[in-house]
């Protein structure tokens, strides 16, 4: 399934955090991992990825390690760093609420209407 770009634009900062939370990881690594782990719904391009790890690493949120392969092949390998942990933690939560607020809009939740 094709997701509109500007739906899958605000989640695949947070999928790449979480799946690089895991450990480091290349280019393609990333993109296998991303879309295995989401069921092959998720999936992100050369085209898509490799600016928004660019973009995550001016952000100071992932590094970039180049170095050579198992193949002798040059790789950059990315780490999140401790600043895109705390990111992903608050990404996360804001996620979840967001979730929960579509969720009851859409009827798949029904509204806590007890007196707090």
Do not use: C, H
Request: aromatic share 8%; charged share 25%.
């Amino acid at each position: 399934m094709k997701f509109e770009r500007e739906l899958l634009k605000g989640v695949a900062p947070i999928v790449v955090l979480e799946i690089l939370s895991r450990g480091e990881m290349y280019g393609y690594e990333l993109s296998d991992a991303i879309e295995k782990r989401s069921g092959e719904i998720l999936t992100l391009g050369r085209g898509t990825l490799y600016p928004l790890l660019y973009n995550l690493e001016a952000k100071g949120l992932v590094v970039a390690i180049t170095r050579k392969s198992e193949n002798g092949r040059k790789r950059r390998y990315y780490s999140i760093t401790s600043t895109g942990l705390e990111q992903l933690a608050a990404k996360k939560d804001q996620w979840q609420k967001l979730q929960q607020g579509v969720n009851l809009v859409f009827g798949f939740l029904k509204p806590d209407l007890s007196p707090a």
